[in-house]
Nanobody
Framework: QVQLVESGGGLVQAEGSLRLSCAVS????????MAWFRQAPEKEREFVGI???????YYADSVKGRFTISRDSAKNTVYLEMNSLKPEDTAVYYC???????????????????????WGQGTQVTVSS
Protein backbone atom coordinates (compact mmCIF):
# COMPACT_ATOMS: atom_id res chain seq x y z
CA GLN A 1 0.00 0.00 0.00
CA VAL A 2 1.16 3.49 -0.84
CA GLN A 3 0.16 6.56 1.11
CA LEU A 4 0.61 10.10 -0.17
CA VAL A 5 0.38 13.32 1.80
CA GLU A 6 0.35 16.64 -0.03
CA SER A 7 1.19 20.10 1.18
CA GLY A 8 2.15 23.52 -0.13
CA GLY A 9 -1.05 24.87 -1.60
CA GLY A 10 -2.33 28.34 -0.94
CA LEU A 11 -3.30 31.69 -2.35
CA VAL A 12 -0.91 33.41 -4.70
CA GLN A 13 -1.12 36.29 -7.14
CA ALA A 14 -0.75 35.85 -10.86
CA GLU A 15 2.87 35.48 -11.96
CA GLY A 16 3.75 34.13 -8.54
CA SER A 17 5.18 30.74 -7.64
CA LEU A 18 4.38 27.82 -5.38
CA ARG A 19 5.98 24.48 -4.70
CA LEU A 20 3.76 21.57 -3.85
CA SER A 21 5.10 18.57 -1.98
CA CYS A 22 3.91 14.99 -1.95
CA ALA A 23 5.36 12.75 0.73
CA VAL A 24 5.18 9.11 -0.29
CA SER A 25 5.16 6.13 2.04
CA UNK A 26 6.07 3.08 0.04
CA UNK A 27 8.44 0.18 0.06
CA UNK A 28 9.98 0.95 -3.33
CA UNK A 29 9.43 4.65 -3.92
CA UNK A 30 12.27 4.81 -6.37
CA UNK A 31 10.44 2.53 -8.78
CA UNK A 32 7.13 4.39 -8.73
CA UNK A 33 5.80 6.47 -11.53
CA MET A 34 4.52 9.71 -10.03
CA ALA A 35 2.09 12.15 -11.56
CA TRP A 36 0.27 15.35 -10.77
CA PHE A 37 -3.32 16.12 -11.68
CA ARG A 38 -5.62 19.02 -10.98
CA GLN A 39 -9.33 19.65 -10.90
CA ALA A 40 -11.09 22.98 -10.92
CA PRO A 41 -14.67 23.36 -9.68
CA GLU A 42 -17.18 22.06 -12.20
CA LYS A 43 -14.40 20.89 -14.49
CA GLU A 44 -12.93 17.52 -15.30
CA ARG A 45 -9.78 16.24 -13.72
CA GLU A 46 -6.82 17.32 -15.80
CA PHE A 47 -3.40 15.79 -16.27
CA VAL A 48 -0.56 18.10 -15.28
CA GLY A 49 2.66 16.13 -15.49
CA ILE A 50 4.33 12.79 -14.93
CA UNK A 51 7.70 11.64 -13.66
CA UNK A 52 8.97 8.16 -14.45
CA UNK A 53 11.36 6.31 -12.20
CA UNK A 54 14.13 6.63 -14.74
CA UNK A 55 14.01 10.42 -14.50
CA UNK A 56 12.04 11.33 -17.60
CA UNK A 57 9.17 13.78 -17.32
CA TYR A 58 6.32 14.92 -19.51
CA TYR A 59 3.93 17.83 -19.06
CA ALA A 60 0.62 18.99 -20.34
CA ASP A 61 0.86 21.77 -22.89
CA SER A 62 -0.96 24.12 -20.56
CA VAL A 63 1.86 24.00 -18.00
CA LYS A 64 4.89 23.13 -20.09
CA GLY A 65 7.70 25.55 -19.45
CA ARG A 66 6.14 26.79 -16.22
CA PHE A 67 5.84 23.69 -14.04
CA THR A 68 8.55 21.24 -13.08
CA ILE A 69 8.30 17.88 -11.34
CA SER A 70 11.22 16.69 -9.27
CA ARG A 71 11.74 13.93 -6.75
CA ASP A 72 13.97 13.51 -3.75
CA SER A 73 14.61 9.83 -3.15
CA ALA A 74 16.24 10.50 0.21
CA LYS A 75 13.02 12.07 1.46
CA ASN A 76 10.55 9.94 -0.50
CA THR A 77 9.04 13.17 -1.74
CA VAL A 78 7.84 14.42 -5.11
CA TYR A 79 7.57 18.11 -5.85
CA LEU A 80 5.65 20.24 -8.28
CA GLU A 81 7.31 23.60 -8.79
CA MET A 82 4.84 26.05 -10.28
CA ASN A 83 6.06 29.31 -11.74
CA SER A 84 4.38 32.12 -13.66
CA LEU A 85 1.05 31.07 -12.24
CA LYS A 86 -2.13 32.13 -13.98
CA PRO A 87 -5.69 32.40 -12.69
CA GLU A 88 -6.60 29.43 -14.84
CA ASP A 89 -4.20 27.33 -12.77
CA THR A 90 -6.61 27.59 -9.86
CA ALA A 91 -7.60 24.06 -8.87
CA VAL A 92 -7.18 21.31 -6.35
CA TYR A 93 -3.91 19.58 -7.13
CA TYR A 94 -3.42 15.88 -6.54
CA CYS A 95 -0.38 13.68 -6.66
CA UNK A 96 -0.72 10.05 -7.61
CA UNK A 97 1.48 6.97 -7.69
CA UNK A 98 1.62 4.05 -10.05
CA UNK A 99 3.40 0.96 -8.77
CA UNK A 100 2.70 -1.23 -11.77
CA UNK A 101 5.58 -0.04 -13.91
CA UNK A 102 3.40 -0.51 -16.97
CA UNK A 103 3.32 3.07 -18.24
CA UNK A 104 5.84 3.52 -21.05
CA UNK A 105 8.05 6.50 -20.51
CA UNK A 106 8.08 9.54 -22.72
CA UNK A 107 4.46 10.44 -23.37
CA UNK A 108 1.08 10.67 -21.74
CA UNK A 109 -2.19 9.14 -22.85
CA UNK A 110 -5.45 9.58 -21.01
CA UNK A 111 -5.85 5.83 -20.70
CA UNK A 112 -2.80 5.68 -18.44
CA UNK A 113 -4.70 7.24 -15.55
CA UNK A 114 -6.17 3.89 -14.59
CA UNK A 115 -2.75 2.75 -13.40
CA UNK A 116 -2.66 5.41 -10.70
CA UNK A 117 -4.32 3.68 -7.80
CA UNK A 118 -2.86 5.73 -4.96
CA TRP A 119 -3.84 9.37 -4.60
CA GLY A 120 -3.12 12.18 -2.23
CA GLN A 121 -5.83 14.14 -0.49
CA GLY A 122 -5.36 17.16 -2.70
CA THR A 123 -4.20 20.67 -1.94
CA GLN A 124 -5.92 23.86 -3.05
CA VAL A 125 -4.08 26.32 -5.24
CA THR A 126 -5.79 29.64 -5.85
CA VAL A 127 -4.28 32.19 -8.21
CA SER A 128 -5.72 35.68 -8.06
CA SER A 129 -5.60 38.19 -10.87
Amino acid sequence: QVQLVESGGGLVQAEGSLRLSCAVSGRTFGSYTMAWFRQAPEKEREFVGISWSGGRTYYADSVKGRFTISRDSAKNTVYLEMNSLKPEDTAVYYCAADTSGRIPSGYWYASYVRHFRSWGQGTQVTVSS
